[in-house]
């Protein structure tokens, strides 16, 4: 079974991403892991109201 991957590209300034790197060294997560924990969050609150919706 093959994953599907797709690509994202995402623009920050040089302070940001400093920022962003030291925070992830802290917690012991990449920047990845933390976007795709904060998207699936997202994903799963959207499916949530989503589904209150249609009651």
Do not use: P
């Amino acid at each position: 079974m093959s994953k599907e991957q797709t690509v994202f590209s995402m623009r920050m300034d040089k302070d940001f991403h400093k920022r962003l790197k030291i925070f992830a060294a802290e917690q012991e997560v990449t920047i990845k892991a933390m976007f795709i924990e904060c998207m699936e969050k997202r994903m799963a609150e959207a499916e949530r109201k989503k589904k209150e919706e249609k009651k």
